[in-house]
């Protein structure tokens, strides 16, 4: 069976159009670090990039909208370390753990993607 030059390269430039785009601020991704890779967070689920992190603040780009969906898989990794769920907003959730806090924020800015923030939030 003989495949055209042609015909191959459609094929090929179709199956690129299927591909993960994330935000022009997360083209590249970050390595997550302490805290937040001692939680085992959904990072890399649904295409998921950690666009920015450092000891303080992570971001991640997940590919779809299914803003409730990720923040309950969030909730359920951090819970699961033994925090415990505390002032919680429609966009935003306090987890504790003795004097340890966490802040989740789940933005809901895009069409194509859910970004998720992850805090350290320490009392003031």
Known sequence: MKISLPLLLVAFAGSLGGCARHSDGCKKSAE?????????LPTADGNGRVC??????????????????W???????????????KDCSRTQCVYVKAKARIRVNILEASKKWTTVIVEDYPEK
């Open 32 to 40: 997550v670090v302490a805290p937040f890779s001692e939680l085992g």
């Open 52 to 69: 920015e992190a450092d000891s303080k603040k992570m971001k991640v780009e997940h590919m779809g909208t299914d803003h409730d969906g």
């Open 71 to 85: 923040r309950q898989k969030y909730e359920e990794a951090i819970v699961s370390k033994g925090y415990s769920k």
